[in-house]
């Protein structure tokens, strides 16, 4: 059985929890989300606790325990306090800035980028820092996965958008070799 998978899920006082059929509902504060369960996997709401267990033996349904309890999880805190991640905006000229709902990056192309966020993201710009925010830990990473690729760390001069605090290993240029043979 799954580690994560046995433990059973405490819901938090403001958060409601529904399931119908195969498709679970949870509400809080900051929103609501819906979620499909699998088939092969059980989900009991009982006295403010979720179980998660399996229908059957095989490795599949030993995964879909694990990473539908990890997925409970998830949106139960997403729904209560919800999540953000910072990314840092890097380089000489390398800009970011609100434009109404668009997000305008200037990262030395010969043209802006505008980027719409999806329903449910919200983005600030603070001083070349970009916070991305909402509910779904799955939909905040993938937009902030979206916006690093505008302008990838270069990793010869460090330039582009990054994570905050991630740190670049630098490599050293043409001429670190030099005079050797």
Aim: glycine share 12%; hydrophobic share 35%; net charge positive.
């Amino acid at each position: 059985m799954s580690r994560i998978g046995k433990k059973p899920i405490a819901i938090p006082n403001n958060v409601k929890v529904s399931l119908d059929g195969n498709v679970l509902t949870i509400e809080g504060p900051k929103g609501k989300l819906s979620m499909p369960v699998h088939e092969i996997v059980n989900v009991k709401i009982d006295n403010n606790q979720i179980t998660v267990s399996k229908n059957q033996e095989s490795p599949f349904a030993q995964a879909m325990h694990g990473t539908t309890a990890a997925l409970i999880k998830n949106t139960i805190e997403g729904v209560s306090k919800g999540y953000s991640v910072t990314l840092e905006v890097v380089g000489l000229g390398y800009k970011a800035a609100m434009k109404g709902q668009e997000l305008e990056l200037n990262l030395g192309y010969s043209h802006p980028i505008y980027y719409k966020p999806p329903a449910g993201i919200k983005l600030e710009v603070k001083e070349n820092k970009i916070t991305v925010s909402g509910i779904d830990k799955q939909l905040v990473g993938q937009v902030a996965a979206e916006i690093i690729k505008f302008r990838k760390p270069d990793p010869y001069k460090g330039k582009g958008i990054r994570y905050e605090g991630q740190v670049l290993k630098l490599k050293p240029g043409k001429s670190a070799g030099k005079g050797k043979k």
